[in-house]
Nanobody
């Protein structure tokens, strides 16, 4: 099982990015999909979760700005990030969870002021 995160980059404050998390070796349809982030010197934190039936949950800090989604046919989860702020700068990780967890490698998001 592999998760490949992509889509990070450098963006100005107020801009947008869309992260993708592509899975191989397993169908994501029966797994919860999650996005975490870790800023320098800080603990990794949960940003968003989407359940198998499409229900979503968000950290308070990103509510109204970020949207998590999934395309089971493409075996990919997404994180649409709008109105980005410098404090969103972090390495973003995807994780799939069910009876165990699989993590993808991180993708760097840098938001300049």
């Amino acid at each position: 099982v592999q998760l490949q995160a992509s889509g990070g980059g450098l963006v100005q404050a107020g801009g947008s990015l869309r992260l993708s998390c592509a899975a191989s070796g397993v169908s994501i349809s029966i797994w919860y999909m999650n996005w975490f982030r870790q800023a320098p010197g800080k603990q990794r934190e949960l940003v968003a979760t989407i359940t198998t039936d499409g229900s979503t949950n968000y950290a308070d800090s990103v509510k109204g700005r970020f949207t998590i989604s999934r395309d089971n046919a493409k075996n990919t989860a997404y994180l649409q990030m709008n109105s980005l702020k410098p404090e969103d700068t972090a390495v973003y990780y995807c994780k799939m969870s069910r009876n165990r967890d699989y993590w993808g490698q991180g993708t760097q998001v840098t938001v300049s002021s």
